[in-house]
């Protein structure tokens, strides 16, 4: 979730103050964009959000114990009391990076698994822990310690000044009101990095706003919450809503939402977080020095639009960072669920890397021949029926999104990973993977809404199917099997 903040409420002299050194900010960035020199390795990098649970794998609320076990700066609190977040080291994709991205990820799992049994807990990557019931919102346990998480949850609920409606549609709707931001916690997931220079990074994020579909369609793993079988990919929906700042009138308004797709392609990383600042009030309006202040190496810190830039929840995030040495660039994108496995995550990140590589360095930009808004509905759709959506793609027209995937998107996913010099049997291993998730049409939200009914259908109760469920999903998440092998029940 960000830099920690200092208080949990802000007064209006210091939104004020706030809101003038953004803007003083914005015209130092669109300075400094036009005459320094950025980082060009084109690495990338990983975060990973995770879900604690007890033994009959209810939610864990103990993830400063489990983080004082495992003892790695690279393990960090999430706003959930049952989250932590892994932050993987950046390395290059090119040859043997994606193998070494698997074993990394496979190795501080593992430690961080062994240390939280220590607390009696277990780790599950998982879009939305299954086993969540109304209960888990009730009081301030569910929230991690911090000022940042309490700050937010303030601002959050102030600015809308009412409690959060949670509408959520699919085969069985749920519609609640909650009293904080605690659904929010329920999300989790897998954050993928690729450092891209000024130049680089619109014809980057537009071929990343493209392919979310896709994307979002192959890994779908959210298909339950609070009991109720909703979206494949609820996550989409239920962090949209939890975290949303406006009441009914502004949302009938047309005013935008914090968790936003966008509404246009862009041409500059700057107008991105241009805006940011022009459609955004801050959460989090805490300065920070002077405002003019610089790394040794003459990089502004811009500490304002960096902290306002991390609460507008953009699903292709831009990133500014001032580093120690040469300032970098990043694209964020933010999404993919967590999990189900390790061979699952490292595939869906292959596909990413390599249908990025291919459409934004083809000769005729792709997305000049999508409306944004046609992006944005496939999005959508992909999110509410996973494999079993159908979306709108140019030259092709209307398509089952699984059928897109197999036959077009990876031949063009290969063909960017071999320009990005990844060894040819990497390809094979990751996007063989791929290949037969969509072909089987069995992603995480498949099994889990299969294994479910099979569940129930053997005489188990709702919740005590959801238990059986979680306990199924995690051994086969410890096989690191992929998640279209699973048996069902």
Not at 132 to 158: C, H, I, K
Not at 283 to 302: I, K, N, V
Request: one cysteine or more; charged letters at 20%.
């Amino acid at each position: 979730m960000g830099a920690e903040v200092t208080s949990r409420t802000f007064s209006r002299a210091q939104r004020t103050a706030y809101r003038q050194r953004l803007l003083e900010n914005l015209d130092h960035f669109a300075h400094y964009l036009s005459t320094a020199r950025f980082a060009d390795t084109a690495s990338i990098g990983l975060e990973l959000e995770l879900n604690l649970t007890n033994r009959d794998f209810s939610p864990a609320l103990r993830n400063q114990a489990v983080l004082k076990r495992i003892a790695d700066p690279a393990f960090q609190t999430e706003i959930g009391a049952f989250n932590i977040e892994m932050n993987h080291p950046a390395l290059s994709i090119g040859q043997f990076g994606l193998k070494d991205l698997e074993d990394g990820l496979r190795t501080q799992l593992n430690r961080a698994d062994q240390r939280a049994e220590q607390e009696d807990a277990d780790i599950m990557m998982v879009g939305i822990l299954p086993t969540l019931t109304p209960g888990f919102m009730d009081g301030w346990e569910w929230l991690s310690s911090g000022q940042r998480y309490a700050a937010l949850n303030t601002s959050v609920l102030q600015a809308r000044g009412e409690d959060v409606l949670l509408d959520l549609s699919g085969p069985e709707p749920l519609s609640f009101y909650a009293q904080n931001i605690a659904p929010e916690a329920a999300c989790t997931s897998v954050q993928l990095h690729l450092e891209v220079s000024p130049e680089q990074f619109a014809p980057a994020w537009n071929a990343a706003q493209m392919i979310a579909a896709p994307q979002v369609a192959l890994a779908a793993n959210s298909p339950i919450f609070m009991e109720h079988v909703l979206w494949h990919e609820t996550r989409i929906e239920l962090f949209k809503q939890s975290i949303d700042t406006r009441p009914p009138e502004m949302r009938q308004q047309g005013v935008r939402p914090r968790v936003w797709f966008g509404e246009r392609w862009i041409t500059s990383i700057f107008d991105l977080f241009e805006e940011n600042v022009r459609y955004f009030p801050a959460l989090l309006p805490e300065l920070s020095g002077r405002g003019d202040e610089t790394t040794s190496a003459g990089a502004p810190l811009l500490a304002e639009l960096r902290l306002h830039n991390g609460t507008v929840y953009r699903w292709n995030r831009p990133i500014y960072d001032p580093g120690s040495g040469t300032p970098n660039l990043r694209l964020e994108n933010r999404v993919l669920p967590a999990g189900p496995s390790v061979i699952d995550v490292v595939a869906n990140a292959a596909f990413y890397y390599g249908l990025v590589e291919y459409i934004r360095t083809a000769d005729r930009p792709l997305w000049s021949r999508l409306a944004f808004k046609t992006a944005s509905d496939n999005f959508l759709s992909c999110a509410r029926h996973g494999l079993e959506a159908t979306v709108y793609w140019p030259g092709i027209g209307e398509i089952p999104v699984a059928e897109l995937i197999v036959r077009h998107l990876i031949p063009q996913a290969a063909e960017g990973l071999r320009a990005l010099k990844v060894d040819p049997t990497l390809i094979d291993r990751y996007l063989d993977v791929v290949s037969e998730r969509a072909r089987t049409e069995q992603n995480g939200a498949a099994w889990q809404i299969a294994t479910l009914r099979r569940l129930e259908e053997s005489g188990l109760a709702r919740s005590a199917a959801l238990a059986e469920m979680s306990r199924l999903y995690w051994e086969n998440m410890h096989s690191n099997t992929a998640v279209h092998a699973w048996p069902v029940g």
